[in-house]
């Protein structure tokens, strides 16, 4: 049973920067998909970028030109990269991970973006 293990969220000013790592106990090139996802109080968790196939990106419009989502193989790790933070931001984000027989999530980091 694969597990995702989220970390990096925190408070930050508008305007700031955070990265959020996820660690996969297994291998993370394993997964078919693996990204990020994110649900605010009173909202549907809602995509925000993942990787298909290992190699290509993709991003909701709200992320584009901000958010960067990468992975190292080599650590089992998926980064997103989040610059230019807007309050509208916050959220719990989570990590996710598709197999052709199953989908994993990890437990969520919270994101605060308030001056």
């Known amino acids: 049973q694969d597990e995702l293990v989220e970390s990096g969220g925190g408070l930050v000013q508008p305007g700031g920067s955070l990265r959020l790592s996820c660690a996969a106990s297994?291998?993370?090139?394993?997964?078919?998909?693996v990204g990020w996802y994110r649900q605010a109080p009173g909202k549907q968790r809602e995509l925000v970028a993942q990787?298909?196939?290992?190699?290509?990106?993709d991003y909701v419009d709200f992320g584009k030109g901000r958010f960067t989502i990468s992975s190292d193989n080599a650590k089992n790790t998926v980064y997103l990269d989040m610059n230019n933070l807007k309050p509208e931001d916050t959220a719990v984000y989570y990590c996710n991970g598709k197999k052709y027989v199953g989908e994993y999530w990890g437990q969520g980091t919270q994101v605060t973006v308030s001056s």
């Open positions: 990787i298909i196939g290992g190699t290509v990106t």
């Open positions: 297994g291998r993370i090139s394993s997964f078919i998909t």
